[in-house]
């Protein structure tokens, strides 16, 4: 989805404020969020549902927002849509009752050909859809080369969206910088991207 999540190229926020000798966290609580995610994840949603979640906040809220309280939301909104959680406990801060059973499906990885390998030349796919997806609005119909075959990964498109048997190729793809960002960046820059194969077309040859 084009969301305000999806910042990589925009201008307006202002120079990144680097905070020499940061802590791991600032508050205690920060701890507590990141423990709760690694307890719940892959229990009860995946990774993609967690990045889609995060990415379903109202704008306004999502730049307000700390880096964890974003983690805070989704956890709480992935609890609450999986039925772990109801909204009365969330409001007290106490269960009333034990949490369901939680449910870890190992699905073998399948075996998958891979329709493209190190060294073919590609063009991305310009899509926009309305869910989830790992191919930035920056990424978008530009020419990269394949550089590495990761073999088959859940598509998280359709993962963050309750198919988790949707299975593709993963490949890590180079870009130019200038490419990418226009004649101000570096010619001497590049940069990979992993990116799944329904992104992914082979490049027209002229």
């Known amino acids: 989805m084009n969301g305000v999540h999806d910042m990589g190229g925009m201008h307006g926020f202002g120079p990144v404020d680097i905070e020499h000798d940061e802590p791991v966290f600032h508050q205690r609580w920060e701890g507590v969020v990141r423990a709760m995610m690694a307890r719940t994840n892959g229990r ?7 990045r889609h979640a995060v ?3 109202p704008s306004d809220e999502y730049l307000r927002a700390t880096y964890y309280e974003r983690w805070l939301h989704a956890v709480e909104t992935l609890l ?5 959680i109801t909204t009365a406990e969330l409001t007290d801060g106490h269960a009333m009752s034990p949490a369901p059973a939680a449910t870890r499906d190992a699905e073998p990885r399948p075996a998958l050909e891979a329709h493209f390998q190190p060294g073919d030349r590609v063009m991305t796919r310009n899509i926009h859809p309305h869910g989830h997806t790992r191919l930035p609005r920056y990424a978008r119909g530009r020419h990269g080369v394949v550089r590495k075959v990761y073999g088959p990964f859940r598509l998280p498109d359709a993962n963050a969206h309750g198919d988790h048997h949707a299975w593709q190729p993963c490949y890590a793809v180079e870009f130019a910088a200038r490419e990418l960002w226009g ?3 570096s010619p001497s820059d590049r940069m990979c991207i992993d990116l799944w194969e329904s992104y992914l077309e082979p490049e027209e040859k002229p």
């Open 44 to 50: 009860y949603y995946n990774l993609d549902e967690f």
């Open 55 to 57: 990415e379903r906040m």
């Open 80 to 84: 609450l849509e999986k039925g772990v």
């Open 183 to 185: 004649d101000d960046a």
